[in-house]
Each structure stands twice: as structure tokens, then as C-alpha cells.
């Protein structure tokens, strides 16, 4: 598989997760005046979730072709 397709997937899923939980408000699970663990925890939950999606659309490209 192409490696621009790969990096394409991987950039279109974290704008697309990123944009998913922008609705998530992360400051409910975290103490208030945790500003900076709040966007910590925005941006690991996105690049994980990012990660996940991308994998399983890869995965799931591979196994048609």
C-alpha cells in the first residue's frame, strides 16, 4: 500500500476525530483549574482514537483488495 495513501488516511482521521470531540467537554472527568490536563487529555484521547480509526480503515482497505 502506498505510503502518501497511508499518511492521507492518518491526517484525515485525526482532523476527523479532532473535530468529533471538540463537542467532549474533558473539564467534567478533571478537578476544576486543570486547564493544561484538560487539553493534555484532548490530545492523547484524540491521537489514540486518530490512531484507531486510521488502523482499522487500513485494515479493513487491505483486506478488500
Same mark, same amino acid.
Request: glycine letters at 4%; charged letters at 15%; proline letters at 0%.
Given at each position: 500500500?502506498?505510503? *502518501?495513501? #497511508?499518511?492521507?488516511?492518518?491526517? =484525515? ?7 468529533? *470531540? &471538540?463537542?467532549? !467537554?474533558?473539564?467534567? /472527568? $478533571? #478537578?476544576?483549574?486543570?486547564? !493544561?490536563?484538560?487539553? *493534555? @487529555?484532548? $490530545?492523547?484521547? =484524540?491521537?489514540?482514537? %486518530?490512531? *484507531?480509526? %486510521? &488502523? /482499522? @480503515? $487500513?485494515? @479493513?482497505?487491505?483486506? /478488500?483488495?
Amino acid at each position: 500500500m502506498s505510503n *502518501l495513501l #497511508r499518511i492521507t488516511v492518518h491526517i =484525515t482521521s485525526l482532523m476527523f476525530c479532532a473535530y468529533v *470531540l &471538540q463537542g467532549v !467537554e474533558f473539564s467534567k /472527568f $478533571l #478537578r476544576k483549574g486543570h486547564k !493544561e490536563k484538560d487539553t *493534555l @487529555l484532548y $490530545l492523547i484521547v =484524540t491521537l489514540a482514537l %486518530a490512531n *484507531l480509526v %486510521a &488502523q /482499522f @480503515l $487500513l485494515n @479493513l482497505s487491505t483486506s /478488500f483488495i
